[in-house]
């Protein structure tokens, strides 16, 4: 089928001055072709892990239905920000980063979901690997449920990748739910050609002392967002994100990440480390939320952004709301080329310019890199770095 | 101090909100409502130029098709139609503090306005509802040839065309639905200028007190700081609480030229019906330094961010603020930065506390542009939650068009700890005690910057807050 996309996507918690540009983003492409609808077979699944392929998105998200009241509890003293946008999204019975345009485009055009159960006290140590090999000019939309049952966990790699000049699309949504004491690592590597418009949703939630755990390489495609809202809505809840990014060429990339702390004692970190090349923009969005009745929670966010062209285009927007007066926020940025006094050091030890850039390019990827539990991929993706830097 | 500001150290209110009931007799008061009708009452009142009527009259052109930005506090309470643009006493400005009414008057020495100007100020202004009632400047800074009063006699005298070339230039109507108000109805305030080289060693001040029920005060601050020069401003507004919704839409203009220093000092401490709604901003010639210090204490609804320009090669900038906000309060403020110039430095500290329901939100953009190579820019905000009823929310944006640039930016949200509570209670302060201490001493960043006597009101509205009062 082909498509016109008309969404609006990545709108912040609370909005902002509107000259900065970081209030949403728009994704408006005409005559996108839209031919794979079925998540890919998932590879390496263990015992203890059932798939249900191919039910409808909206069966799918029964799931977060029936358990709407408990994700969406609120205990505490009502109350808003300036600017709040949160009602936009009511529909959504777990939101997602990029917000309730991407669920509605799944449910309009029939889109198939893969649910993956991990079975009460299952544990699993080899993560699932779910390969996207898109060929040139081939579209891709696909979503999947990862459910974790109650003190069970699960790993997942999605990788998304196509030869470096091919074009097409590729969306994806994912929705999470860690039960009682469960864990799900998803791991999201996207190295896609330089011709693809791309876009990653997650949306998930966690009960009681459920984490969720998030490591994403956007690497590759011309225009990229992503989004991801981790709904901690019960206590001693945990989300931790890792992403990476390199943007280059007159590439975008656009991210909105949220953690909705709701629950007591819940802990966040959510670190991001990029670099931005040539003509690249990319605008960062990351909110930390800490609702009434969130006491003992701890949120960090870290984003550390090395720029390497004069031209590139760089927009950071972290936030922290807070209602609830027992908790520490923090967040850091660190934003700007490589420091001089590295770039002596590096020099003085018989190397040139661009050389420690390029090292520094790879050592600040490659941490992020790491993280992938599979050494077949986190190498394509080490050794992807390598070429373009 | 006088026994009014000892008054204040004690703990009351009532130098604030003492009011100064209007009558007829004495005040000129234009119908509430904002119209063509109305704008042009004012000027008429202000004897305008041909060029600031029609400008006028443009603005509330600008201001008919605007709408309220989607961001920020509600202003819902916020009723126009209920709102008086223009309200003076009948009295002319005086220059001698002894022809000043004596309502008027009454309500300055109960603030500590004269004593302040007898001991440690260059000159001071003070603006009464929509007029300046009083300016004065000390002859041996007059003598300097710095400049001090308000723009419509400024623009009477051989600085017109300086006023000219300036007013609105910066903040200009088409910016925001409030700077379109204000071009339509502005009145009052200062014009401030600076010659060559001058270094004004004690601070000028003006005074803001809207002393009116359901009035809107506008009025328009334009400080030229040239070449070389030094000036320290301060600004002080205070209103009496009212059940109705006042509006202050002020604007404050600041050039600082080349090697110059502006330091731009503000307490704030209008009354809890007050909309403030209020904009300033600066542009910093080549190595210029713009310094504001801020401390927001008073109103009902806030939007206020001091902007910067940096438009020199190596202008520097530097806020430090301050906003508390208590019960029935949206404080929404923080500061704006525009780097444009090469090896251009902003610093931002902020600081802000929310109590007993009170809503603060740091709100900030920092704007790096291609041209600013070398430029380097640091922000850093604290909030205190003293509650769970309260918000403390933290909204900054970095727009960054070079690599040539280093951006830091850091961010807390906390409570006061309990160990602190403790620790002081056990060496003899009660639990309130202790923790207005903590809030103080979170608070020095900002009081250390002001001259002494601001520093101690500073506190005293500190403590004021904490108690609940």
């Given at each position: 089928m082909n498509k016109n996309l008309d969404m609006r996507v990545n709108v912040l918690p609370a909005l902002t001055y509107n000259f900065l540009h970081v209030n949403d983003s728009k994704i408006k492409e005409d005559g996108i072709g839209i031919e794979l609808l079925n998540t890919p077979d998932a590879e390496n699944v263990p015992d203890g892990v059932t798939v249900t392929r191919r039910v409808s998105y909206k069966e799918a998200g029964k799931l977060f239905e029936d358990n709407k009241k408990r994700i969406l509890v609120d205990a505490g003293v009502p109350g808003v920000p300036n600017g709040d946008t949160s009602r936009r999204d009511d529909a959504q019975a777990v939101r997602t980063g990029m917000g309730i345009d991407i669920e509605n485009l799944m449910l309009e055009n029939g889109i198939t979901t893969d649910v993956f159960t991990a079975e009460e006290g299952v544990k699993t140590k080899e993560p699932i690997i779910i390969r996207y090999n898109l060929n040139d000019g081939e579209g891709s939309l696909t979503s999947q449920v990862i459910h974790a049952k109650k003190d069970s966990e699960i790993t997942i790699i999605m990788d998304y990748t196509s030869e470096r000049n091919a074009s097409g699309f590729h969306g994806i949504s994912t929705r999470l739910l860690a039960?009682?004491?469960?864990?799900?690592?998803?791991?999201?590597?996207?190295?896609?050609?330089?011709?693809?418009?791309?876009?990653?949703?997650?949306?998930?939630?966690?009960?009681?002392?459920?984490?969720?755990?998030?490591?994403?390489?956007?690497?590759?495609?011309?225009?990229?967002?992503?989004g991801c809202y981790i709904n901690l809505c019960e206590d001693e809840t945990e989300f931790i994100s890792n992403?990476?990014?390199?943007?280059?060429?007159?590439?975008?990339?656009?991210?909105?990440?949220?953690?909705?702390?709701?629950?007591?004692?819940?802990?966040?970190?959510?670190?991001?480390?990029?670099?931005?090349?040539?003509?690249a923009q990319k605008t960062y969005r990351g909110t930390l939320d800490f609702k009434s009745g969130s006491s003992a929670s701890v949120g960090d966010e870290q984003e550390d952004?090395?720029?390497?062209s004069p031209d590139v285009i760089n927009r950071s927007m972290p936030v922290i709301l807070c209602q609830e007066e027992d908790v520490e926020g923090r967040h850091g940025a660190t934003i700007g080329q490589l420091g001089e006094d590295l770039l002596f050091y590096i020099n003085s030890r018989g190397i040139d310019e661009q050389e420690a850039k390029r090292l520094m390019v790879r050592a600040k990827l490659d941490s992020v890199a790491r993280l992938i539990p599979d050494p077949e991929i986190a190498e394509k993706v080490q050794y992807y770095i390598s070429t373009i830097v | 101090m006088s026994e009014d500001k000892k008054a204040v150290v004690d703990i009351d209110r009532s130098a604030y909100d003492y009011k100064d009931i209007e009558n007829e007799k004495d005040f000129y008061r234009l119908k509430e409502g904002l119209t063509e009708e109305t704008v042009l009452k004012v000027s008429e009142e202000k004897n305008d130029p041909e060029w600031m009527r029609e400008f006028r009259l443009k603005c509330l052109k600008l201001y008919n098709e605007m709408e309220m930005p989607d961001w920020g506090p509600s202003v819902e309470g916020l009723d126009?139609?209920?709102?008086?643009?223009?309200?003076?006493?009948?009295?002319?400005?005086?220059?001698?503090?002894?022809?000043?009414?004596?309502?008027?008057?009454?309500?300055?020495?109960?603030?500590?306005?004269?004593?302040?100007?007898?001991?440690?100020?260059?000159?001071?202004?003070?603006?009464?509802?929509?007029?300046?009632?009083?300016?004065?400047?000390?002859?041996?800074?007059?003598?300097?040839?710095?400049?001090?009063?308000?723009?419509?006699?400024?623009?009477?005298?051989?600085?017109?065309?300086?006023?000219?070339s300036h007013?609105?230039?910066?903040?200009?109507?088409?910016?925001?639905?409030?700077?379109?108000?204000?071009?339509?109805?502005?009145?009052?305030?200062?014009?401030?200028?600076?010659?060559?080289?001058v270094k004004v060693d004690i601070p000028l001040q003006s005074y803001f007190r809207l002393n009116a029920a359901g009035a809107g005060q506008f009025e328009h601050t334009l400080i030229i700081v040239d070449e070389g020069a030094d000036l320290h401003f301060?600004?002080?507004?205070?209103?009496?609480?009212?059940?109705?919704?006042?509006?202050?839409?002020?604007?404050?203009?600041?050039?600082v030229g080349k090697n110059a220093r502006l330091r731009y000092s503000t307490i704030e401490n209008w009354s809890k019906n007050m909309y403030n709604l209020n904009s300033k901003r600066a542009i910093v010639e080549e190595n210029g330094v713009m310094e504001w210090v801020s401390g927001s204490f008073g109103s009902h609804t806030s939007y206020l961010y001091p902007m910067t320009i940096l438009k020199g090669d190596h202008s520097k900038m530097e806020f430090t603020g301050i906003t508390f906000a208590g019960k029935g309060q949206n404080l929404d403020t923080g500061a704006k930065v525009v780097h444009q110039g090469v090896g251009t430095t902003s610093v931002i500290n902020s600081k802000s506390i929310s109590k007993d329901g009170g809503i603060g939100t740091y709100r900030s953009s920092v704007v790096i542009q291609s041209t600013a190579k070398k430029a380097k820019a640091s922000v850093s905000c604290d909030s205190l939650m003293l509650d769970s009823i309260s918000r403390a929310d933290t909204i900054p944006g970095m727009d960054i068009r070079t690599d040539d640039a280093d951006v830091g930016h850091e961010a807390k949200i906390g409570r006061i700890s309990d160990e602190a509570v403790f620790y002081l209670m056990s060496r003899g302060l009660s639990e309130e005690d202790a923790k207005a201490m903590i809030v103080s001493g979170f608070a020095n960043p900002v009081s250390k910057e002001l001259p002494l006597e601001y520093a101690v009101e500073m506190n005293n509205l500190i403590k004021l807050e904490m108690s609940g009062h």
């Open positions: 039960e009682e004491g469960a864990k799900i690592n998803l791991i999201k590597t996207q190295t896609l050609g330089d011709g693809f418009i791309h876009f990653d949703d997650i949306g998930g939630a966690c009960f009681k002392k459920g984490a969720i755990n998030v490591v994403s390489l956007e690497l590759g495609a011309k225009k990229s967002w992503t992403q990476g990014y390199l943007v280059k060429d007159t590439h975008s990339l656009d991210i909105n990440y949220v953690a909705d702390q709701r629950g007591k004692k819940t802990n966040v970190l959510m670190n991001v480390k990029g670099v931005l090349m040539d003509k952004t090395l720029l390497l | 126009m139609d209920k709102i008086s643009s223009y309200v003076r006493h009948k009295e002319d400005m005086k220059g001698s503090w002894e022809d000043v009414p004596e309502d008027i008057k009454n309500t300055f020495e109960r603030l500590g306005i004269p004593q302040a100007e007898r001991e440690s100020l260059a000159g001071v202004g003070a603006q009464y509802d929509s007029e300046l009632v009083y300016h004065n400047i000390k002859d041996e800074v007059a003598a300097q040839g710095v400049i001090y009063t308000d723009i419509e006699s400024a623009l009477r005298t051989e600085y017109a065309d300086m006023i000219k007013f609105m230039k910066l903040l200009t109507p088409t910016d925001h639905k409030m700077m379109a108000l204000h071009g339509a109805v502005w009145s009052g305030g200062s014009f401030v200028y600076v010659p060559k080289g301060i600004e002080g507004c205070s209103a009496p609480k009212y059940n109705v919704a006042n509006l202050h839409s002020g604007a404050v203009e600041l050039f």
